[in-house]
T-cell receptor
Framework: ETGVTQSPTHLIKTRGQQVTLRCSSQSGHNTVSWYQQALGQGPQFIFQYYREEENGRGNFPPRFSGLQFPNYSSELNVNALELDDSALYLC???????????FGPGTRLTVT | AQSVTQLDSHVSVSEGTPVLLRCNYSSSYSPSLFWYVQHPNKGLQLLLKYTSAATLVKGINGFEAEFKKSETSFHLTKPSAHMSDAAEYFCVVRPMNTGFQKLVFGTGTRLLVSP
């Protein structure tokens, strides 16, 4: 059974640019959640997708958006990057909305 | 709002000695509580979870935690530390008043294990 995978592992972008991060959920999981983990902090919930629809959102601006595809993989898009967006972005999948979450290794985004 | 407070940012122990990582929670509802571990350059791994069954919860790698409602605590313990336990540990609460699973993380405790 393949776990949660994320790509790329590292990414460097310039302020004002746009970025897309990708996540493949664990087999059989229809729910994907995204978290932002700034250096030295705990992860912060960005949003959750369930069966291709946004199911809940944390305190992040609209320039953070996402998609979930029919195979339940997901993308996180961030527009107009700011320096404070530099962080580890974690994806987690679960069998349904209120079940245990399994995390991927994350994508390290650096904004210069 | 539901939250967790991890009382120590760093804990240092010697290999073979007990580990205690402290966590207090704030919740208006009966909470679901978790401990996750994060090794360098790796994703988060679930150690254990409390979901209103037994108050003493056993997890992987010899860790356990006790839910104490009177003290609003959910401390993580291990009888004997191993070098491989050195990592960042997060206490996590899952609010039960939403229609989706949003995990709320503490700020983390870095466990250092010396030989």
């Amino acid at each position: 059974e393949t776990g949660v995978t994320q790509s790329p592992t590292h990414l460097i972008k310039t302020r004002g640019q746009q970025v897309t991060l990708r996540c493949s959920s664990q087999s059989g999981h229809n729910t994907v959640s995204w978290y932002q983990q700034a250096l030295g902090q705990g992860p912060q919930f960005i949003f959750q997708y369930y069966r291709e629809e946004e199911n809940g959102r944390g305190n992040f601006p609209p320039r953070f958006s996402g998609l979930q595809f029919p195979n339940y993989s997901s993308e996180l898009n961030v527009n107009a990057l700011e320096l404070d967006d530099s962080a580890l972005y974690l994806c987690a999948s679960s069998p349904s909305r209120n079940y245990e979450q399994y995390f991927g290794p994350g994508t390290r985004l650096t904004v210069t | 709002a539901q939250s967790v407070t991890q009382l120590d940012s760093h804990v240092s122990v010697s290999e073979g000695t007990p580990v205690l990582l402290r966590c207090n929670y704030s919740s208006s509802y009966s909470p679901s509580l978790f401990w996750y571990v994060q090794h360098p350059n790796k994703g988060l791994q679930l150690l254990l979870k409390y979901t209103s069954a037994a108050t003493l919860v056993k997890g992987i790698n010899g860790f356990e935690a006790e839910f104490k409602k009177s003290e609003t605590s959910f401390h993580l313990t291990k009888p004997s530390a191993h070098m491989s336990d050195a990592a960042e540990y997060f206490c996590v609460v899952r609010p039960m008043n939403t229609g989706f699973q949003k995990l709320v993380f503490g700020t983390g405790t870095r466990l250092l294990v010396s030989p």
